[in-house]
């Protein structure tokens, strides 16, 4: 049975449906920001998905120092936190430095950890003790069955509110592959999984000074994801992703995720019924 995770008035895993994580990769101004989180509020109302709003302060893993990272810690939450009060949405927010753990987890719902540093240990006991559930990124890197030792860890600090997210699989240079059989091995291990449809269509550095992506397949992973009992959909969007300063080629188009979140609805519905 994989345990039931309550993010404010969001439940995940247990007998739940399918639940939406989404939201651009970084803060680009409070205001696109904002009105992308009001329309993806607005989408999930229509179609009766849960939603969870997503978005990043400082993306500090870059391929190049050119690279635009966002609005940094300060500043960054603050626009956060008002977004999260207009829209009283639940907020995730992915932390990269142990000491900016304490000032995250004031404002964030849950706390994501980047796959990067899933296995720097240290860094995963601060944010476990911050007192909030963990959505853990596995790494490009592991094996699905080696999450159970990041779960161990987390674990030993009492914090038991755990999501574990796929987001694709080292395949030679500059490319991700998703294996599907890992979505059920990592479900085994009693806490729900998250499918990250769009970081696993990433080209990691493929555009020499920047990762490229392949936006297109975005949908094909989504609805086979769902296909095999997953808990949540993990979807970064922009208005338009071609001009976005961060992950634009693996970003959905808003536009494109109403007909997408009506399809992994019905696929979730059957998968459900069947189990």
Same mark, same amino acid.
């Given at each position: &049975?994989?345990?039931?995770?309550?993010?404010?008035?969001?439940?995940?895993?247990?007998?739940?449906?399918?639940?939406?994580?989404?939201?651009? /990769?970084?803060?680009?101004?409070?205001?696109?920001?904002?009105?992308?989180?009001?329309?993806?509020?607005? =989408? !999930?109302?229509?179609?009766?998905?849960? $939603?969870? $709003? *997503?978005?990043?302060?400082?993306?500090?893993?870059? !391929?190049?120092? #050119?690279?635009?990272? @966002?609005? @940094?810690? #300060?500043?960054?939450?603050?626009?956060?936190?008002?977004?999260?009060?207009?829209?009283?949405?639940?907020?995730? =927010?992915?932390?990269?430095?142990?000491?900016?753990?304490?000032?995250?987890? *004031?404002? %964030?719902?849950?706390?994501?950890?980047?796959?990067?540093? /899933?296995?720097?240990?240290?860094?995963?006991?601060?944010?476990? #003790? %911050?007192?909030?559930?963990?959505?853990?990124? *596995?790494?490009?890197?592991?094996?699905?069955?080696?999450?159970?030792?990041?779960?161990?860890?987390?674990?030993?600090?009492?914090?038991?509110?755990?999501?574990? !997210?796929?987001?694709?699989?080292?395949?030679?240079?500059?490319?991700?592959?998703?294996?599907? *059989?890992?979505?059920? =091995?990592?479900?085994?291990?009693?806490?729900? +999984?998250?499918?990250?449809?769009?970081?696993?269509?990433?080209?990691?550095?493929?555009?020499?000074?920047?990762? @490229?992506?392949?936006?297109?397949?975005?949908?094909?992973?989504?609805?086979?994801?769902?296909? /095999? @009992? +997953?808990?949540?959909?993990?979807?970064?969007?922009?208005?338009?992703?071609?001009?976005?300063?961060?992950?634009?080629?693996?970003? &959905?188009?808003?536009?494109? &995720?109403?007909?997408?979140?009506?399809?992994? #609805?019905? =696929?979730?519905?059957? +998968?459900?019924?069947?189990?």
């Amino acid at each position: &049975m994989v345990r039931e995770i309550r993010i404010r008035d969001v439940k995940v895993g247990g007998h739940n449906p399918l639940v939406l994580i989404a939201g651009p /990769c970084v803060i680009e101004s409070e205001e696109q920001t904002f009105q992308t989180a009001k329309r993806l509020k607005e =989408i !999930t109302s229509e179609s009766g998905i849960p $939603f969870i $709003f *997503k978005s990043s302060y400082d993306k500090a893993n870059r !391929t190049s120092i #050119k690279s635009y990272r @966002g609005p @940094g810690l #300060k500043k960054g939450l603050e626009i956060l936190e008002r977004i999260k009060e207009r829209l009283d949405i639940p907020l995730l =927010i992915d932390v990269h430095e142990r000491e900016e753990a304490p000032a995250v987890s *004031k404002i %964030a719902d849950i706390l994501q950890i980047p796959a990067f540093l /899933c296995r720097q240990t240290d860094f995963v006991l601060t944010v476990a #003790k %911050a007192g909030k559930p963990v959505n853990v990124k *596995k790494g490009q890197f592991l094996a699905p069955w080696d999450v159970k030792n990041v779960i161990e860890k987390i674990e030993s600090t009492g914090n038991k509110d755990i999501l574990l !997210t796929e987001r694709g699989t080292t395949f030679g240079y500059n490319n991700l592959v998703v294996d599907m *059989k890992s979505l059920p =091995i990592m479900r085994s291990l009693g806490y729900p +999984v998250v499918f990250d449809a769009t970081h696993s269509v990433q080209l990691p550095g493929g555009m020499e000074i920047a990762t @490229g992506g392949n936006r297109e397949y975005v949908p094909y992973l989504a609805r086979s994801a769902v296909a /095999c @009992g +997953v808990d949540a959909l993990f979807l970064e969007a922009h208005p338009d992703p071609d001009k976005a300063l961060s992950d634009g080629p693996n970003m &959905m188009r808003l536009d494109d &995720m109403p007909q997408l979140l009506r399809e992994v #609805k019905e =696929i979730d519905r059957i +998968v459900r019924r069947r189990e």
